[in-house]
């Protein structure tokens, strides 16, 4: 089965918009995870929220857990260029807490 | 800040090579990652490895892939004959504890390309 899967694919918006983006997976977890990755690089963790957390702040970015409908969601606010990139969801499902990754959202801010 | 450093940044073989992918985890970390990333697509998982041996590997990582954490601060991948479909980019993660806090840091990881 396919675990953490975010929509929107891909989504543009111009700078100053928020973002938001959806994640869902099929599985119990412990804690589920918001990675970045600018083109080609490397994956940047940006905020984890646990199993029994419902939202979590970090600067411009808040994420929410619904465990009853195993879904999250990552809002940018006040989106910047320098935003632009993927954006990945990633839970802990794996039988040794390995990350299980969804196919991620690719945000591109225009300026 | 400790990080995860990942060497070399990028490889190129020729199909039929052995490869081995180097990677340095935080010093304080106990469990250990490789994940791989076909360029377009989404992280896979690999293997994990702690205490000194795999703990979980997927279907990916046959007996082509094995890991070695030779002394204590290297985590290496080595494939030992190399595939046109190997090509991708291969990270490494390390965390200190599992469950409710594991942050899996990871590093700048390295391009694979296979000729």
């Known amino acids: 089965s396919q675990q953490g899967e975010e929509d929107p694919q891909a989504l543009s918006i111009q700078e100053g918009e928020n973002a938001t983006m959806n994640c869902s997976y099929k599985t119990s977890i412990n804690n589920l995870q918001w990675y970045r990755q600018n083109s080609g690089r490397g994956l940047v963790h940006l905020i984890l929220i646990r199993s029994n957390e419902r939202e979590k702040h970090s600067g411009r970015l808040r994420v929410t857990l619904d465990t009853s409908k195993k879904s999250s969601s990552l809002l940018i606010t006040a989106s910047r260029a320098a935003d632009t990139a993927s954006y990945f969801c990633?839970?802990?499902?794996?039988?040794?807490?390995?990350?299980?990754w969804g196919a991620g959202t690719k945000l591109i801010i225009k300026p | 800040e400790p990080e995860v450093t990942q060497t070399p940044s990028h490889q190129v073989t020729q199909m039929g090579q052995e490869v081995i992918l180097r990677c340095v985890p935080i010093?304080?970390?106990?469990?250990f990652y490789w994940y791989r990333q076909i360029l377009g697509q989404k992280v896979e998982f690999l293997v994990s490895?702690?205490?000194?041996?795999?703990?979980?590997k997927s279907e990916i990582f046959d007996d082509q892939f094995s890991v070695e954490r030779p002394d204590g601060s290297n985590f290496t991948l080595k494939i030992r004959s190399t595939k046109l479909e190997d090509s991708a980019m291969y990270f490494c993660?390390?965390?200190?504890?599992?469950?409710?806090?594991?942050?899996?840091?990871f590093g700048a990881g390295t391009r694979l390309s296979v000729l």
């Open positions: 993660a390390s965390t200190r504890d599992r469950g409710g806090k594991n942050i899996q840091y």
């Open positions: 990633a839970t802990d499902e794996g039988s040794n807490y390995q990350l299980i």
């Open positions: 010093s304080n970390h106990l469990y």
């Open positions: 490895f702690y205490n000194n041996e795999i703990s979980e």
